[in-house]
């Protein structure tokens, strides 16, 4: 009898203990041109968005990409192109996840995707301001929040500052790249 409890009592110790190593949001930090910025992702909320969006990360995937679609006082989005424009070739669509009660507010990072809602790649956004309208409501898929920043707010605003321009047929292209030098887990 004392050894079945000792024995449950590890078990529960053990499941405890992985749950609390599994419960720590993963850290992301993108070095890009104009500065650093950190993120904290939400796999407890968007595991599907956050696995997706780990794996090119670990890859190298989105070394050297640029933010190729930059809106003052709307968004920057990156994870697409390379200096060149040149496209990336990504990984197959995901399931969007946009039900999960996180919202499109400033400093949170998004999933960009095409008018299909279960078509999300690679590619990403941060919002630069209040995006209600990006949200999930009933009979209107929204765009995945997956994430925040929690550090490098004022790099985000000086990209969203950036000036704009039209080049290979794509509109609010930085004038001057913006590139993602780097995209490593945080230790």
Do not use: W
């Not at 192109?81 to 919202?103: C, F, H, M, Q, W």
């Amino acid at each position: 009898m004392i050894k079945r409890m000792l024995g449950t009592i590890c078990a529960l110790v053990a499941l405890t203990a992985s749950m609390g190593a599994g419960a720590a949001n993963e850290r992301v930090v993108l070095q890009t041109s104009k500065g650093t910025i950190e993120l904290e992702l939400f796999s407890d909320k968007a595991p599907v968005t956050v696995a997706n969006f780990l794996k090119y990360v670990d890859s190298g995937y989105y070394d050297g990409v640029i933010f190729h679609r930059v809106i003052e006082g709307f968004m920057i989005q990156a994870g697409g192109y390379d200096t060149k424009l040149k496209a990336r070739v990504a990984n197959p669509a995901i399931v969007n996840e946009s039900k999960n009660g996180l919202r499109n507010t400033k400093g949170t990072i998004s999933m960009a995707r095409q008018s299909a809602p279960d078509s999300a790649t690679a590619q990403f956004f941060i919002n630069v301001a209040d995006n209600s309208e990006l949200d999930f409501h009933p009979g209107r898929p929204g765009y995945t929040v997956f994430g925040q920043v929690t550090s490098g707010m004022d790099v985000v605003d000086a990209i969203a500052a950036v000036k704009t321009g039209s080049a290979a047929g794509m509109d609010d292209v930085p004038v001057e790249p913006v590139v993602i030098v780097s995209a490593r887990r945080s230790k």
